[in-house]
């Protein structure tokens, strides 16, 4: 897979029946490989490790709807009393974090309510401070106890 602009980490993966699978430790099973499950699981493994997230804390494919559809948002970050305060959206290595990425987690946070988000596509990651007035982009991702 392309070098990120994260940590290298290693990882558990395998192959089957031609497809490369990745052993999610958050979730628990064998996903299929794709550019944006390895920004996801380089980017929740950089929590952990590096900004010192609590695994448990880390959501995956969360649930939501919009507009009577159902989705999923990429992952969020609980507090100790399990409200979301963050909301993670990750693209492939290849996508361009632009506006259409933001306005995608912007349409997902209307719902979430978090008031931090994170967008990445394993490359570029952006974190915002956000309010019903204001985004501020933060030149770093604040310490879990800041959440």
């Not at 979730?27 to 944006?36: H, I, M, Q, V």
């Not at 709807?65 to 990429?74: A, C, H, K």
């Not at 995608?104 to 979430?112: F, G």
Request: with cysteine.
């Amino acid at each position: 897979m392309q070098a990120l602009n994260l940590p290298t980490y290693q990882f558990r993966t395998k192959n089957e029946k031609g497809k490369t699978l990745i052993f999610d430790a958050l979730r628990k099973k064998w996903l299929a490989l794709t550019p944006e499950e390895w920004v996801r699981q380089n980017f929740n493994r950089f929590l952990i490790e590096n900004c010192a997230y609590p695994p448990n804390s880390i959501g995956v494919e969360v649930g939501l709807t919009i507009n009577g559809r159902p989705l999923r948002v990429d992952g969020v970050v609980y507090n100790k009393y399990g409200t979301i305060k963050m909301l993670l959206e990750f693209k492939a290595p290849k996508v361009p974090v632009n506006e259409k990425v933001f306005a995608q987690a912007a349409d997902y946070n209307t719902q979430l309510g978090a008031p931090f988000v994170i967008v990445s596509n394993g490359l570029n990651h952006f974190c915002a401070k956000v309010d019903k007035e204001n985004i501020q982009l933060l030149e770093a991702i604040p310490a879990y106890t800041e959440l």
